[in-house]
């Protein structure tokens, strides 16, 4: 969306550094985030309950359980196993990804969890002519691969994850909710 297509308005900063953003987000959370060009990033959030919170970490776990104990060569063919600091970083985005589907009322599949031969984790996903991977690299980077058809020109597209948004559309994406 281009910022000519967007309703734009002024807003004012009070004293204390409080902004209204009016009565259809009143009692809403959201994360802010200075972003590199000096603006500021609102979004949306959902807050789960500590009590709550082990379904989600159960569900985390298990995922990563099959990855999570293995060593390298583990396969015979000395494939590196993934570092801890990776394991958590995986951790982490997956807890991202399952808060952003419970806050926007998306759906959310278990991926498919595997390691590559350069002990990067790896997460699949599949939804009907969509698919998509994402690799948790070894310096903590996060890179996806979007794929719709054969066509490795026009049908896919790669790209790097660096903010909340990015998981957000992503997910759209998959699931058909964002047509682009």
């Not at 570092?83 to 926007?104: C, E, H, N, S, W």
């Not at 948790?136 to 996806?144: G, L, Q, R, S």
Request: glycine share 8%.
């Amino acid at each position: 969306m281009t910022i000519t297509e967007q309703t734009l308005e002024i807003k004012n900063v009070d004293s204390k550094g409080r902004i209204s953003l009016g009565s259809s987000h009143a009692g809403k959370r959201y994360a802010v985030s200075e972003q590199p060009d000096g603006s500021t990033l609102l979004t949306p959030v959902i807050v789960m309950l500590e009590t709550t919170s082990h379904v989600t970490q159960d569900r985390i776990s298990a995922l990563l359980a099959p990855i999570e104990n293995l060593k390298t060569n583990w396969d015979g063919n000395g494939t590196l196993a993934p570092k801890p600091a990776m394991l958590q970083y995986t951790r982490d985005f997956l807890g991202m990804l399952i808060g952003a589907a419970v806050a926007g009322g998306h759906p959310f599949t278990n991926p498919l969890v595997s390691v590559d031969h350069r002990g990067y984790i790896t997460l699949e996903w599949w939804d009907k002519s969509r698919s998509l991977t994402v690799y948790i690299a070894d310096d903590n980077a996060i890179e996806y691969l979007k794929a719709w058809g054969a066509d490795i020109t026009s049908d896919m597209e790669d790209g790097s994850v660096t903010l909340l948004t990015d998981v957000i559309s992503l997910l759209k994406w998959l699931h058909a909710m964002d047509e682009s």
